[in-house]
T-cell receptor, first 118, second 112 residues
């Protein structure tokens, strides 16, 4: 079975440019999470969706960051304008969100997008 | 103080050793506990997934949760060089916010 698929794997761009990261969750999963990983702060949640609806975006750093999930099989994370401090690895994860332990499934991660803003 | 504390290591052991990795946490509402393994330049890979207290075994891996002490452990028996990676503990509450709170990760090196 295909796991979580992220693209691009690497992105290098100049400060001020728009960056769009993409994610395809595991088929059948109804929740999707965007995380950012840095050496200083570890893995931090940015935003998550349930059934394509944003539930918690309290981790989004500022208005330069936006995320969408137009359908169950696709999500984007956009940074506009990008800044050097946005350089990090961005992970997408998906899971099945159920009512109890037996219907809940843990989060499965993609291999991330390594973003460098010059 | 962080909500989840994890010793960053590195932890270096000889091949065949028993490895013990640990996390402590402060939020008593955490009910789901996970261990992820992350190789360099890869995403976290789920190893163990448990609910509430108790032990769970899967092959060479055993996860323990002690909610009274707010302490979780991952044991790796007969460690192999291929186990060399960063191990992240993660946890979340039962209802409401479904996001994971991660430890900072422990880097493990198994020497052949």
């Amino acid at each position: 079975d295909a796991g979580v698929i992220q693209s691009p794997r690497h992105e290098v761009t100049e400060m001020g440019q728009e960056v769009t990261l993409r994610c395809k969750p595991i088929s059948g999963h109804n929740s999707l999470f965007w995380y950012r990983q840095t050496m200083m702060r570890g893995l931090e949640l940015l935003i998550y969706f349930n059934n394509n609806v944003p539930i918690d975006d309290s981790g989004m750093p500022e208005d330069r960051f936006s995320a969408k999930m137009p359908n169950a099989s696709f999500s984007t994370l956009k940074i506009q304008p990008s800044e050097p401090r946005d350089s990090a690895v961005y992970f997408c994860a998906s899971s099945l969100w159920g009512a109890d332990y037996y219907s809940n499934q843990p989060q499965h991660f993609g291999d991330g997008t390594r973003l460098s803003i010059l | 103080q962080k909500e989840v504390e994890q010793d960053p290591g590195p932890l270096s052991v000889p091949e065949g050793a028993i490895v013990s990795l640990n996390c402590t946490y402060s939020n008593s509402a955490f009910q789901y506990f996970m261990w992820y393994r992350q190789y360099s330049r890869k995403g976290p890979e789920l190893l163990m997934y448990t609910y509430s207290s108790g032990n769970k075994e899967d092959g060479r891996f055993t996860a323990q949760v002690d909610k009274s002490s707010k302490y979780i452990s991952l044991f790796i028996r007969d460690s192999q060089p291929s186990d060399s990676a960063t191990y992240l503990c993660a946890m979340r509450v039962d209802t409401g916010r479904r996001a994971l709170t991660f430890g900072s990760g422990t880097r493990l090196q198994v020497q052949p």
